[in-house]
């Protein structure tokens, strides 16, 4: 199984500053199509689940640019330039490659 | 418009079944990859089953043999069907195009 893990579990952020989440695979999620399938998730208090990153640093449709993810092989990171009120939540990444495993969560609050 | 809503949650007891459904508007679920990821009471999220546009089928180990995922092209529905339930499958059970759309979930509560 594909574990993934995140740091830190919880992060106090200020608006207007820049935030960052680490993610760890135990394996490398290169596939042998050449894609890297590791996603971003943001779940706001009392909401299912938005997908705001795939495959590393593509972002969905309307997610705002200050969110960005960049990594490869083992090791990703997702970074938010300038933390807004909505941004509170928990962030998930996923791993695509082996089923589909997400990590323990990060929780961002103000 | 992409929807994907969920039904057939409820209390239940331990060892008993219910079954799961995800009704789809905006895409045909036998084009896609369709899965259920649960969230137990304060916790994260956690892949139960998926099943793709050809019919595979992907199970978690902490689900295998005792639930079953499936899907009705002709009504553009998927369902999972949940057999011998635990106090640990209590959670909130999101429907979900893996990945980029989800549905609001359907709570599930597992009685001992």
């Known amino acids: 199984d594909v574990v993934m893990t995140q740091s830190p579990l919880s992060l106090p952020v200020t608006l207007g500053q820049p935030a960052s989440i680490s993610c760890r695979s135990s394996?490398?999620?290169?596939?042998?199509?050449?894609?890297?399938?590791l996603n971003w998730f943001q779940q706001r208090p009392g909401q299912s689940p938005r997908r705001l990153l795939y495959r590393v640093s593509n972002r969905d449709s309307g997610v705002p640019d200050r969110f960005s993810g960049s990594g490869s092989g083992t090791d990703f990171t997702l970074k938010i330039s300038t933390v807004e009120a909505e941004d509170v939540g928990v962030y998930y990444c996923?791993?695509?490659?082996?089923?589909?495993?997400f990590g323990q969560g990060t929780r961002v609050e103000i | 418009e992409v929807q994907l809503v969920e039904s057939g949650g409820g209390l239940i007891q331990v060892g008993g079944s219910l079954r799961l459904s995800c009704a789809v508007s905006?895409?045909?679920?036998?084009?896609?990859?369709m899965g259920w990821v649960r969230q137990g009471p304060g916790k994260g999220l956690e892949w139960v089953s998926v099943i793709s546009g050809g019919g595979k089928t992907y199970y978690a180990d902490s689900v295998k043999g005792r639930f079953t995922i499936s899907r009705d092209n002709s009504k553009n529905t998927v369902y999972l069907q949940m057999n011998s339930l635990r106090a640990e499958d209590t959670a909130l059970y999101y429907c979900?195009?893996?990945?980029?759309?989800w549905g609001q979930g359907t709570l599930v509560t597992v009685s001992s």
């Open positions: 979900a195009r893996v990945s980029d759309s």
């Open positions: 394996r490398s999620l290169v596939h042998s199509d050449g894609n890297t399938y």
């Open positions: 996923m791993q695509g490659i082996d089923f589909w495993t």
């Open positions: 905006g895409f045909t679920v036998s084009g896609h990859f």
